[in-house]
């Protein structure tokens, strides 16, 4: 089995930052690449950053000069900073990552970790 652990996330003060983490663990021949995504209430889920074992980023496009993504690959652990945050920011944010299990020799599989909320308020 492999799970994904979310650290991070809750309240923040508009133009304020936050950090989140996101470890895989579990039966993990290797992590191919590990990212986020988040969805607003009532919006459908949109991609927010993504980055490779060989640690090459991409970003949404309106986030890319104010969001940073780095990974851990010794730990399997991705890290997002998110720096001048405004209310349309605020959404539930899930970890993704596209993995090989381990005695699996091609086959790639997708998962999800479980959310965790964002809110940015006075």
């Known amino acids: 089995q492999v799970q994904l652990v979310e650290s991070g996330g809750g309240l923040v003060q508009p133009g304020g930052s936050l950090k989140f983490s996101c470890a895989a663990s579990?039966?993990?021949?290797?992590?191919?690449?590990m990212g986020w995504y988040r969805q607003a209430p009532g919006k459908q889920r949109e991609f927010v950053a993504r980055?490779?074992?060989?640690?090459?980023?991409n970003y949404a496009d309106s986030l890319k000069e104010r969001f940073a993504n780095a990974r851990n690959n010794a730990k399997n652990e991705v890290y997002l900073q998110m720096n001048s945050l405004n209310p349309e920011a605020t959404a539930v944010y899930y970890c993704?990552?596209?993995?090989?299990?381990?005695?699996?020799?091609?086959?790639?599989?997708?998962?999800w970790g479980q959310g965790t909320q964002v809110t940015v308020s006075p």
């Open positions: 993704h990552a596209e993995v090989i299990p381990d005695g699996e020799y091609v086959k790639e599989y997708a998962y």
């Open positions: 579990g039966s993990i021949f290797n992590v191919n690449r």
């Open positions: 980055i490779t074992a060989g640690g090459r980023a």
